[in-house]
T-cell receptor, first 113, second 113 residues
């Protein structure tokens, strides 16, 4: 149990739709990041938020966007869903110190049909 | 971040030590070596990290070669619950680095009775 919770756990969407995934970070953590994990592959970094601002982004198109709220919880939004967006979406939280470990949630399994 | 190379899979007998190698021949002087693992259907879990000295915690030991071009994660007494994919990651540490981790394919460790 990491203290990082994600919702929903599973989701099915149709191609072209929009989806919002949610993450509550561990208490005291002000940094949250999102990852996409396709079946059989390692997680791929999407972006990171620190104190409500994006401070890092991976190689994902602009239709992947996010928000971080004053309580440091976060949302991942994906517009115009494509079949290849089907994956496990992971959220991780940490504090802003050096050499810090990331605490991951259990993920949201998104299926696009 | 420097690229890492790990064997795709390994087996280990229950109760024996599991030694998981990682090659990071292009590592820079300011990059740390991190290990995470991912048990099936869960988010990744932090194990250990180090810069150049060997490290040990309650989960594992990390042995880094003197030239820092490779490292070995040691699980001293593997149990069936250690069956997972193990990821070796190298990254620069700085304040607000947070969770920007570059995962490779990892090593799938199977612990057998």
């Amino acid at each position: 149990e990491t203290g990082v919770t994600q919702s929903p756990t599973h989701l099915i969407k149709t191609r072209g739709q929009q989806v919002t995934l949610r993450c509550s970070s561990q208490s005291g953590h002000n940094t949250v990041s999102w990852y996409q994990q396709a079946l059989g592959q390692g997680p791929q970094f999407i972006f990171q938020y620190y104190r409500e601002e994006e401070n890092g982004r991976g190689n994902f198109p602009p239709r992947f966007s996010g928000l971080q709220f004053p309580n440091y919880s976060s949302e991942l939004n994906v517009n115009a869903l494509e079949l290849d967006d089907s994956a496990l979406y992971l959220c991780a939280s940490s504090n802003d110190r050096r050499n810090t470990e990331a605490f991951f949630g259990q993920g949201t399994r998104l299926t696009v049909v | 971040d420097a690229k890492t190379t790990q064997p795709t899979s390994m087996d280990c007998a229950e109760g024996r030590a599991a030694n998981l190698p990682c090659n990071h021949s292009t590592i820079s002087g300011n990059e740390y070596v991190y290990w995470y693992r991912q048990i099936h259907s869960q988010g990744p879990q932090y194990i250990i990290h180090g810069l150049k000295n060997n490290e040990t915690n309650e989960m594992a030991s990390l042995i880094i070669t003197e030239d820092r071009k490779s490292s070995t994660l040691i699980l001293p007494h593997a149990t069936l619950r250690d069956t997972a994919v193990y990821y070796c990651i190298v990254r620069v540490e700085y304040n607000n680095a947070g969770n920007m981790l570059t995962f490779g394919g990892g090593t799938r460790l199977m612990v057998k009775p």
